[in-house]
Nanobody, 119 residues
């Protein structure tokens, strides 16, 4: 089993920055691809970013490319999402998730952290 706990959400003004953290426990974090997803009120959950096990491969949704950066510190068993130039459209609950490189679906999910961007 893998446990994921997000933190770092909050209320900020448009244009501000936030860094989300996802603490991973239960298994060797370096074995997993880590992803960030978000779900806004009334909308489906959507992919935001993901990072491979070594941290040298990342992928982003077009809506956040150039503003968000995903990174990981396997020694600290933590994955980060640096969010800059936040917009009101970024308001959502943000979730981190984990999957093995051999699976298409993310098997483990955190409880989410709320990010609210006021315009």
């Amino acid at each position: 089993q893998v446990q994921l706990v997000e933190s770092g959400g909050g209320l900020v003004q448009a244009g501000a920055s936030l860094r989300l953290s996802c603490a991973v426990s239960g298994r060797t974090v370096s074995a997993y691809f880590m992803g960030w997803f978000r779900q806004a009120p009334g909308k489906e959950r959507e992919f935001v970013a993901r990072i491979n096990w070594s941290g040298d491969s990342t992928r982003y949704a077009e809506s956040v490319k150039g503003r968000f950066t995903v990174s990981r510190d396997n020694a600290k068993s933590t994955v980060y999402l640096q969010m800059n130039s936040l917009k009101s459209d970024d308001t959502a609950v943000y979730f981190c998730a984990a999957r093995t490189p051999y699976e298409a679906l993310y098997k483990y999910w955190g409880q989410g952290t709320q990010v609210t961007v006021s315009s």
